[in-house]
């Protein structure tokens, strides 16, 4: 073989090897990955590559809801692939805002723009991001109570019964608890245990951020005092109802100077108590953006964990 056609078969082959190394295998998704039963491109055994999903979008809607007699609004992030693959399915994650009232409170902590970047390589498997919109009632049904002018407005009502629904029918989410996740910051937080353990059945997995747990008598009027505060607080409704609170998937997390990281760590102890298996993290921080912005992709990331931990517990196609 002549000089230079041994010098062409090594460049050939040292290409090939430049490209297989460059191209790499494609990377291992979470059990939940919804994907199409058939594959574009040049065959069924190309793989797909980390860029292959595109980035997501996000849809901003309305209802009415008969609860409270008033229409709301909502915003959701619709995953990669999500249109270009009609008959996939997916999982959903919840995420209720805090006090400030802002439907668009996950949005400025980059909870839309860490999810493309996340699932767009691969790093997670896609799913629905969800959020309803709150205003400042603690995501509960008020008690009425003329002292205080509590109207009994039924705020947990509508977001279990109503809400969520509503997505399901408006799009293709996976309708089943396994497949929902319910997690919120501050209020929310605390709204994500109580509604989870005042409305069995709907989600399958909490995640509790910073969550606002003021004691009776510093909370709300609407929360009642006595056995009507008890039924909405995370801590007795845990001590009341444990076999419901086994039925989760728990994460809490709170800062080491969060205001209510005492009534944080009361919860964490009686989950523990009672041998629930939970997530605890106490991140160095207190109680703010700065703190929830950090960890948005420590929160995607768990609900892409827990979400449908099995391909049987959530068929995705239709």
Request: glycine share 4%; charged share 15%; aromatic share 14%.
């Given at each position: 073989m002549s000089r230079l056609a041994t010098a062409l078969v090594l460049l050939l082959a040292a290409v090939a090897c430049t490209r297989d190394l460059v191209r790499g295998d494609p990377p291992a998704l979470a059990s939940l990955a919804a994907t199409p039963e058939a594959s574009s491109g040049t065959g069924p055994s190309a793989p797909a590559g980390p860029r292959d999903l595109g980035k997501g979008r996000t849809e901003q809607g309305s209802f009415h809801s008969s609860a409270l007699d008033r229409t709301l609004k909502y915003l959701v992030y619709l995953p990669p692939g999500y249109d270009a693959n009609p008959r996939a399915r997916y999982p959903t994650a919840y995420a209720l805002h805090g006090g400030s009232g802002f439907v668009t409170e996950w949005v400025d902590y980059g909870i839309f723009e860490q999810a493309d970047r996340l699932m767009e390589f691969g790093a997670i498997p896609p799913f629905l991001i969800v959020l309803p919109e709150g205003d400042q009632e603690y995501w509960v049904d008020h008690v009425i109570d003329k002292r205080t002018g509590a109207n009994g407005e039924k705020w947990g009502t509508y977001t279990a019964k109503e809400v969520v629904p509503t997505i399901d029918a408006r799009y293709r989410t996976i309708a089943r608890p396994e497949a929902r996740a319910i997690g919120g910051l501050s209020m929310g937080g605390h709204a994500a245990m109580q509604l989870s353990l005042n409305f069995p059945g709907i989600w399958g997995v909490i995640a509790a951020t910073s969550p606002s747990l003021r004691p009776e008598g510093d909370a709300p009027t609407y929360l009642g005092f006595g056995a009507d505060f008890a039924a909405r607080d995370p801590l007795a409704?845990?001590?009341?109802?444990?076999?419901?609170?086994?039925?989760?998937?728990?994460?809490?997390?709170?800062?080491?100077?969060?205001?209510?990281?005492?009534?944080?760590?009361?919860?964490?102890?009686?989950?523990?108590?009672?041998?629930?298996?939970?997530?605890?993290?106490?991140?160095?921080?207190?109680?703010?953006?700065?703190?929830?912005?950090?960890?948005?992709?420590?929160?995607?990331?768990?609900?892409?964990?827990?979400?449908?931990?099995?391909?049987?517990?959530?068929?995705?196609?239709?």
């Open positions: 409704l845990i001590k009341a109802k444990p076999d419901v609170a086994r039925a989760y998937v728990w994460w809490i997390d709170t800062g080491d100077a969060d205001p209510w990281l005492a009534q944080a760590t009361a919860i964490h102890d009686q989950l523990v108590s009672l041998g629930i298996a939970h997530e605890w993290h106490v991140y160095s921080g207190d109680h703010s953006a700065q703190y929830w912005s950090a960890h948005v992709p420590d929160y995607l990331g768990y609900y892409a964990k827990t979400l449908c931990r099995t391909a049987a517990a959530c068929p995705r196609q239709q």
